[in-house]
């Protein structure tokens, strides 16, 4: 029996991978089927193999991508981490609003998921900004902020709830998406279709056992929830992907 790969973007993989080596293993001890973790360097890298891939847990835009463009099946995603995102200005812009984005200046970090969203939510209020200035990170974009007063920016939320006090307290939050619509995709290459429903049941299944609760916890996974080519479909219309 041949090994199946699941690739993971490495953003859930930079700070702990060992997490991921025990859910594949807990995934070929319930399925009877070896599977094994593939990582990659960074999005480049994921892109570039991601079509290769037997299993793939992939971010939104890319979930998006391998649905429409290889046909891969998308089977759950997590019940928690939605992608959501930030709307803000520096703390001394004191008429800043979401109106204020009209012809401005964003900084932002390109080609992510808040990026998309922050553009997407925009359009449908009719403001649309000047320039995207893309940064490296979003902690460059909280710095480069914070040097320009009458800048806007949009931020990932995941990363604005872990900053600091002091550091929140030097933006002014314009405010935040609750659309609980955008999650990292569960995939199957559609030549292993016949491993789809299995795979399901067992994610699934997972907070109903002991050792799937652990390995879940690990993840900082609450459960897994079925998803649909629709779900990931409504992502591509919010993400302007296809």
């Known amino acids: 029996m041949s090994k199946l790969k699941l690739l993971v973007a490495p953003a859930d ?14 995934l070929s001890r319930t399925l009877d089927q070896p599977v094994g973790l593939d990582t990659a360097f ?16 992939a ?6 991508l391998l649905n429409n463009k290889a046909a891969y099946i998308p089977i759950c995603r997590p019940q928690n981490q939605p992608e959501e995102v930030v709307f803000a200005a520096h703390a001394d812009n004191s008429s800043a609003s979401l109106k204020g984005y009209q012809d401005a200046e964003i900084i932002t970090c390109g080609n992510t998921v808040a990026t998309r969203l ?5 359009a449908r209020k009719g403001v649309k900004p000047s320039t995207l ?5 979003w902690m460059h974009v909280l710095k480069t902020l914070q040097g320009n007063p009458d800048a806007y920016a949009f931020f990932s939320k995941s990363f604005y709830d872990e900053l600091n006090p002091l550091s929140k307290g030097n933006l002014a939050l314009l405010g935040s998406s609750k659309l609980n619509r955008v ?6 290459k559609p030549q292993h279709r016949e491993l789809a429903d299995r795979l399901s049941m067992t994610l699934l299944s997972m907070k109903e056992s002991d050792k799937g609760l652990q390995v879940l916890e690990k993840l900082s996974i609450s459960a897994w929830i079925e998803s649909t080519s629709d ?7 919010l993400l302007r992907v296809s």
């Open 13 to 26: 993989t930079a700070n702990n991978s060992e997490r991921w080596y025990e859910f594949v293993v807990y």
């Open 183 to 188: 999650f990292a995709q569960m995939m199957v």
């Open 133 to 137: 200035t893309s940064k490296n990170g």
């Open 118 to 122: 922050g553009m997407s939510l925009l």
């Open 42 to 57: 960074d999005m480049a890298d994921f892109r570039s193999r991601m079509h290769q891939a037997d299993i793939a847990f």
């Open 231 to 237: 779900d990931v479909q409504t992502m591509g219309q």
């Open 59 to 64: 971010p939104p835009t890319e979930a998006v």
